[in-house]
């Protein structure tokens, strides 16, 4: 009876970081890891790759960013690569092949409005970069 009770709590502790992950694909959730200006880069679990999950965070986004005038959000499933938006801004867009690979397979959406030009778009990479693109125009 006490080995049940210890396995069925140790399972409890290890999937309640995967419950809160998809509870945050479910609503939207995302981390900002970095803002410069209008520049949102922000996190998003790797659990989250997937259409469901990216449609309720680009109405997160969209939402969230109701009242900004002009906003970019780059969207990141891995923390090192949102992290290396920041260097690879710096190296005038390339940190070598290996790192470039690593962020662009990392990078798995956008939105960006401009409310001057009417320009207010979501796309989502699954794939990242180097994959198919879902657009969605607001």
Not at 6 to 14: C, K, R, S
Not at 23 to 44: D, L, N, P, Q, W
Not at 68 to 82: G, H, K, P, S
Not at 103 to 120: E, P, Q, V
Request: hydrophobic share 45%.
């Amino acid at each position: 009876m006490r080995l049940t009770l210890i396995i069925a709590t140790a399972l409890l502790l290890i999937s309640a970081p995967a419950r809160a992950a998809d509870r945050a694909c479910v609503t939207g959730e995302y981390t900002i890891v970095e803002t410069r200006a209008s520049m949102r880069i922000v996190f998003v679990p790797p659990s989250c790759r997937n259409l469901e999950a990216m449609a309720a965070l680009g109405n997160k986004l969209r939402n969230d960013f109701a009242a900004e005038q002009i906003v970019f959000v780059l969207i990141f499933d891995d923390m090192r690569a949102a992290e290396l938006w920041d260097k690879m801004l710096d190296a005038a867009g390339s940190l070598g092949a290996r790192e470039d690979r690593f962020y662009d397979k990392h990078r798995i959406g956008s939105y960006g409005k401009n409310n001057h030009s009417a320009f207010h778009q979501y796309i989502i990479t699954l794939q990242g970069l180097d994959g198919p693109q879902h657009e969605i125009n607001y």
